[in-house]
């Protein structure tokens, strides 16, 4: 178990790394996932933490983003080969998944569209999958691109924009899965890119 220390708006874990954290705005909730592999849930508010789970995961592997679902109240783990989806409520973690996938490349990103059912998986392509089966439900080709680094949504507009390791900025019609413009960049400071672009935007 590790050592926590709460001062004021900030937890320090003591014995281990958060690679990723979410807050769920609507619940006053924190999710954090860890490098061991151990998925935490906290109050936004007091700081301190309500449950946690342990996701089988490769000793090699970090932890590369979280996302949620409100409409299906749903949390997706992912970490690098690895991605786990399970149930959350404002009090707890579901014990067992509803579904674990597992990949022979590198995950790099994860998007949920709550309002068209799906979630979108960025490896070195895009794969959109449907929340009400859990299968694949199409895929966006972006291999010669370089692999994805990170995918945001622009409902505005019903763009996709991706950023990968080329390093380059893809904008993509989701509807029609067509790539409308191209940005590359000469070197790879990508980070900060995309949220800019999102700033303009809204």
């Known amino acids: 178990m590790e050592d926590t ?3 004021k708006d900030r937890i320090v874990l003591e014995s281990e790394v958060c690679f990723a954290c979410l807050y769920i705005e609507i619940w006053d909730r924190i999710i954090m996932a860890h490098t061991n592999g151990i ?3 906290w109050d936004g508010t007091s700081m301190t933490k309500l449950d946690s789970v342990e996701i089988p995961i490769d000793k090699a592997s970090e932890s590369e983003d979280i ?5 299906h109240e749903l949390v997706i783990s992912l970490f690098e080969w690895k991605i786990d989806i399970r149930k959350i409520t404002p009090q707890g973690l579901s014990r ?6 597992s990949s022979l490349v590198s995950i790099n990103a994860i998007l949920i569209l709550d309002h068209i059912d799906c979630f979108l998986i960025g490896s070195n392509k895009i794969e959109l999958w449907s929340f009400e089966t859990l299968k694949p439900a199409g895929i966006i080709d972006t291999e010669s691109e370089g692999p994805i680094a990170e995918m945001i949504y622009i409902k505005k507009f019903n763009q996709l924009i991706v950023t990968t390791f080329g390093p380059n900025i893809l904008f993509y019609d989701l509807k029609k899965k067509l790539m409308r413009r191209k940005v590359h960049f000469r070197n790879e400071h990508w980070a900060n890119v995309i949220d800019f672009v999102e700033d303009q935007i809204y």
């Open 5 to 7: 220390i709460v001062k």
């Open 39 to 41: 998925l935490s849930l």
């Open 67 to 71: 996302a949620f679902s409100n409409k």
């Open 96 to 101: 067992q998944p509803i579904m674990t996938l």
